[in-house]
């Protein structure tokens, strides 16, 4: 920078020097490189191409401040005490002030009170450099001569107009305050830099809305398929048990008169059962949407664990009869759980459902239930697995419910608890189920401040244990 203007082959050189920058940015666009990269060389080149020791580039961050985005010469501190001191627009107005204007760009000098207000003054800072101190900071200051407090300010203009950010050279090699030819060459450079960082903001967002759209497109397209494949097994989970209601209905109505009492009574035990089967199968579709919209009431009290767990059994009683079921309950008569009663039947419903469901009869069902604390608890989760917010001093009912069938692949397991998610093996299977039993339990389990989570080594025989951890009274 010079005081004085240049001499006609000293400003072509000039020209030359900034035009060339600016050709070497402009090419940066053109390789769609990184933003946070692009700013950086436009910092490194505002150095070299116009001759300052420092320079710091700042953006609108779209949230009232513009913030350093870049810098060139800073130290690491200067530079993170200058990102950590975003300045407010408000102040950002008063540096832009008329009163600082030269061309179409702004310089406040050292002398101006503005400086002697300390809320100002901390958004900045003085580089500590005692070379460059020592090499223009002479004795007898002219006005021409730069001081460590003055500052520069050349705006980026976005097409419309409107503020990008700023540049903010400092330090000019040739020690002077700028000049108005300086300046335009500032504001040249200024300008083409604008439109390349406008041009990589426009680039990036539309790759990031592209990539947005895209995404949205798989989830609308995966919602349809999900849709669509629960829309295909609920109805045929529900008609499955309904034919069977219906059948033995009109079977009742056309052969009453010849049935022995045996054989009515077993029709209507059959009748009864497919409809408690389709009472669940349409209770898991109606609680699973009240969870999803964050609806589902739950009336939690202290529930005896023993007698809900019966009551789970008499229900399945007549399977467990006929497959001749060994069942195995080990939960203390005293041991109170705080649940939703209605819920916690529901959940143990569908776990042992599925125990029956995929064992072949007459395997063996166990029920067990054990006290421990927060940290015992802590020991049985799985990896990942977290408790819910609780005291250190707080119990847990531990129920384990366990089968000695083929068991659960490891790497199946992950997605047991997915809505409308069935393994591979039950989907071949002649066993009926919509999805939604299992993910229906965890959303329950951990709505009533408990966990849900299974064990399985999948070898033939060893079977599959659930644990179901809920808070003790």
């Not at 010469?73 to 950590?84: I, R």
């Not at 497959?323 to 939960?331: G, L, M, N, Y």
Request: glycine share 4%.
């Amino acid at each position: 920078m010079v005081g004085e203007p240049s001499q006609p082959d000293d400003a072509m050189q000039r020209y030359r020097q900034v035009l060339r920058h600016i050709t070497d940015i402009g090419a940066s666009l053109r390789l769609h490189m990184d933003i946070d990269v692009l700013l950086k060389r436009v910092v490194l080149a505002s150095c070299e191409a116009l001759q300052f020791r420092y320079s710091a580039l700042y953006l609108d961050d779209g949230e009232g401040f513009l913030r350093v985005r870049a810098a060139s010469g800073l130290s690491q501190e200067e530079e993170e005490y200058l990102q950590e001191h975003p300045i407010p627009k408000a102040v950002a107005e008063r540096l832009m002030s008329e009163d600082y204007r030269i061309s179409r760009s702004y310089f406040v000098p050292a002398e101006d009170p503005i400086w002697q207000d300390k809320v100002i003054e901390a958004y900045f800072v003085i580089v500590d450099d005692p070379d460059y101190r020592t090499a223009i900071l002479r004795s007898g200051l002219s006005p021409q001569d730069w001081r460590e407090e003055d500052f520069l300010m050349v705006p980026l203009m976005s097409a419309d107009n409107t503020l990008l950010g700023w540049l903010n050279p400092d330090a000019p090699l040739n020690g002077l305050r700028p000049t108005v030819e300086t300046l335009e060459l500032l504001e040249l450079f200024a300008n083409q830099a604008a439109v390349v960082i406008e041009g990589a903001r426009l680039y990036a967002e539309a790759r990031r809305s592209s990539e947005e759209l895209r995404r949205a497109v798989e989830i609308a397209q995966e919602s349809e398929r999900l849709k669509n494949h629960f829309l295909m097994t609920a109805s045929h989970e529900l008609r499955t048990p309904l034919t069977a209601v219906q059948g033995y209905l009109e079977l009742l109505g056309s052969y009453d008169d010849t049935l022995d009492a045996q054989l009515r009574q077993r029709f209507i035990t059959n009748a009864r059962r497919a409809a408690d089967e389709l009472v669940l199968l349409l209770g898991n579709i109606m609680d699973t949407s009240r969870v999803d919209q964050d609806r589902v009431s739950l009336k939690l009290s202290a529930v005896p664990l023993n007698k809900t767990a019966q009551a789970i059994l008499e229900i399945l009683e007549p399977t467990i009869a006929r497959e001749q079921r060994p069942v195995e309950i080990s939960i203390d008569d005293t041991l109170l759980v705080w649940a939703d009663d209605l819920r916690l039947r529901q959940i143990l419903l569908n776990i042992v459902s599925n125990a029956l469901k995929y064992t072949p009869p007459p395997t063996k069902i166990a029920l067990h239930a054990t006290i421990v604390d927060w940290q015992q608890l802590h020991q049985y989760l799985p990896d990942g697995m977290t408790l819910p917010p609780c005291p250190t001093s707080a119990q847990f009912c531990l129920v384990a419910i366990r089968d000695w069938g083929p068991g659960i692949d490891p790497k199946d397991q992950r997605n047991l608890f997915v809505k409308f998610m069935r393994l591979s093996n039950a989907l071949n299977s002649p066993q009926r189920g919509a999805g939604l039993g299992l993910y229906l339990c965890r959303q329950l389990t951990n709505a009533m401040g408990g966990r849900i989570w299974v064990e399985s080594r999948g070898i033939e025989g060893e079977g599959t244990t659930f644990y179901v951890a809920l808070p003790r009274c």
